[in-house]
T-cell receptor
Framework: KAGVTQTPRYLIKTRGQQVTLSCSPI?????VSWYQQTPGQGLQFLFE???????NKGNFPGRFSGRQFSNSRSEMNVSTLELGDSALYLC??????????????FGAGTRLSVL | AQSVAQPEDQVNVAEGNPLTVKCTYS??????LFWYVQYPNRGLQFLLK??????LVKGSYGFEAEFNKSQTSFHLKKPSALVSDSALYFC???????????FGGGTRLMVKP
């Protein structure tokens, strides 16, 4: 079974631009979560989608948004990029069941550099 | 609010020696606890989880973790370290109500030959 696939692996953007990152979950997984990883703040939860609906949201500004499609694939968008948005963005997918018991499986991430 | 602390930024151990990576947590409800490992330029790989039941949980690659409710700890252990175990280790907690993981700051494990 293929794992979580994130594209692209690397991105370089300039301040003020916007960017879209893509995530394809493991086949059969309907929950997709996004995390931001930086040296200073560590791993922080961005949001979670299930059945095309945002179910949880972390403490990030409205410039960060996402969506999920009917095939469970997800995209996240960051508008008006700032230098501080430079990070590794990780996507995770999981089966739905008793939520606390689910295991989240992570993709390799998209490394975004904002110049 | 839930939180996780990994008190050591780095742990050094000689190959063949036992290793322990420490984690303490704080949640208001029942804790679901996880350990993940991250190799350079890679995502997170799941190692093991504690949901309920036995306090000693066995996971991948010979790792195990001990859940201690009174000390709110979930330390990762391995009886005999390998050089290939050198990586960044993250402890995470999820509460009953949500599907969101809260991570500790990570501990870099260095295993020297």
């Amino acid at each position: 079974k293929a794992g979580v696939t994130q594209t692209p692996r690397y991105l370089i953007k300039t301040r003020g631009q916007q960017v879209t990152l893509s995530c394809s979950p493991i086949s059969g997984h309907r929950s997709v979560s996004w995390y931001q990883q930086t040296p200073g703040q560590g791993l922080q939860f961005l949001f979670e989608y299930f059945s095309e609906t945002q179910r949880n949201k972390g403490n990030f500004p409205g410039r960060f948004s996402g969506r999920q499609f009917s095939n469970s694939r997800s995209e996240m968008n960051v508008s008006t990029l700032e230098l501080g948005d430079s990070a590794l963005y990780l996507c995770a997918s999981s089966l739905e069941g008793a939520r606390g018991r689910n295991i989240q499986y992570f993709g390799a991430g998209t490394r975004l550099s904002v110049l | 609010a839930q939180s996780v602390a990994q008190p050591e930024d780095q742990v050094n151990v000689a190959e063949g020696n036992p290793l322990t990576v420490k984690c303490t947590y704080s949640v208001s409800g029942n804790p679901y606890l996880f350990w993940y490992v991250q190799y350079p330029n890679r995502g997170l790989q799941f190692l093991l989880k504690y949901i309920t039941g036995d306090n000693l949980v066995k996971g991948s690659y010979g790792f195990e973790a001990e859940f201690n409710k009174s000390q709110t700890s979930f330390h990762l252990k391995k009886p005999s370290a390998l050089v290939s175990d050198s990586a960044l280790y993250f402890c995470a907690v999820r509460e009953n109500a949500g599907n969101m993981l809260t991570f500790g700051g990570g501990t870099r494990l260095m295993v020297k030959p």
